[in-house]
């Protein structure tokens, strides 16, 4: 398929980070809010909020982060950006979209942990109100905080899940902060009833996969270090456990340092349930449609394929099941003339 029918082909996607991928208006609009100086053009702005070339790992890909965290600080600001991401995602035909943000970085102006993330909800509402898509929030934790950090924001947004807010996440820095050192927060968040999804099998480590498997997490996001490990990713079938791909991302933080340490084949042969993701639009240099073209490019990914990976999105989506049907309904008709 050419990238114009990709581009208009109905889309789902789990795993999309609203600090990572603001559109450059957006920042622009954001930092003069605020009265911060950006460079003059949209080069230059972006080589600061773009993953460096030449990023070795996830932490340095995660330095990009830093650039916009302070845009993010009023009410209006996390509005305005929940907005644009959800603009971004709805002029690629992408149907049902899942954000995620972490509401601790949002505190330095002195927003609280509930505020932050009703800020967000209410930039979804609008994005639907304006375009036809179904935005949810995902509200994450962050690895390298102490486990308190992170029960004390469950603890306060939990209150807010229902229709707009769906769900929780883990991500930040792997490395140091594998997946076993988080489950105290991890059961907290279970406890109280937060569908969640995990980062995890971002920097060579399958054994925070297992972890994040062994705890009862139906999701998995990235779960890249499974590509050479058949019993894992054996348990990922058998449990059911939905993988949330991120191609280009785990290019650039070296996850996967070729297409072929990139576990797609092995998970597609298998028979897992795998989705399509773009991770961060603005940090990755991504879309989803170009993300579905790299899949063309690299595997010989087909239209009958894509289909099956954005059924597997909406099974998995933290959603009730008369939104799934009509999402379902939406997406046959689509891609009937391409299967
Ligand atoms: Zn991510």
Same mark, same amino acid.
């Given at each position: 398929m050419d990238f114009q029918t990709l581009h208009q082909l109905s889309k789902t996607e789990l795993h999309c980070h609203l600090d990572g991928s603001l559109s450059l208006s957006c920042i622009r609009q954001l930092a003069k809010m605020i009265d911060r100086k950006l460079p003059a053009t949209d080069n230059e702005l972006r080589r600061l909020v773009q993953a460096p070339a030449d990023s070795e790992n996830l932490g340095d890909y995660l330095k990009a982060f830093d650039f916009v965290a302070?845009?993010?600080?009023?009410k209006k600001a996390l509005q305005l950006a929940a907005y644009d991401v959800v603009e971004q995602a709805a002029e690629e035909n992408v149907r049902y979209i899942e954000i995620r943000f972490a509401p601790?970085?949002?505190? +330095?102006?002195? !927003?609280?942990l509930v505020e932050a993330t009703q800020a967000v909800i209410e930039g979804l509402h609008q994005g639907m109100a304006t375009y036809d898509i179904m935005a949810k929030a995902l509200v994450c934790g962050m690895r390298q905080l102490p486990n308190t950090d992170n029960q004390t924001m469950f603890k306060a947004t939990a209150p807010l899940l229902g229709s707009t807010l769906v769900g929780g996440d883990f991500a930040g820095n792997e490395a140091d902060f594998p997946t076993n050192v988080c489950a105290p927060a991890i059961k907290t968040a279970q406890s109280l009833g937060v569908p969640l999804t995990f980062h995890a099998g971002e920097c060579h480590c399958p054994q925070n996969i297992a972890e994040t498997v062994r705890l009862g997490i139906p999701r998995i996001g990235h779960a890249t270090a499974c590509f050479d490990q058949p019993a894992l990713i054996e348990k990922i079938v058998e449990t059911g456990t939905t993988v949330e791909l991120c191609l280009t991302s785990n290019l650039q933080t070296k996850? +996967?340092?070729? !297409?072929?340490?990139?576990?797609y084949q092995a998970l597609k042969k298998a028979g897992a349930k795998i989705t399509i993701n773009t991770d961060n639009r603005t940090v990755s240099n991504t879309t989803l449609t170009q993300e579905y073209q790299r899949y063309q490019q690299a595997f010989g990914t087909t239209a009958a394929d894509f289909l099956a990976f954005n059924l597997n999105a909406i099974d998995a989506a933290f959603i009730p099941d008369a939104d799934k049907k009509s999402l379902r309904d939406q997406l046959h008709q689509d891609y009937a003339t391409y299967c």
């Open positions: 302070p845009l993010l600080q009023t601790v970085f949002s505190l +330095a102006g002195g !927003l609280s996850a +996967a340092r070729t !297409l072929a340490e990139f576990p």
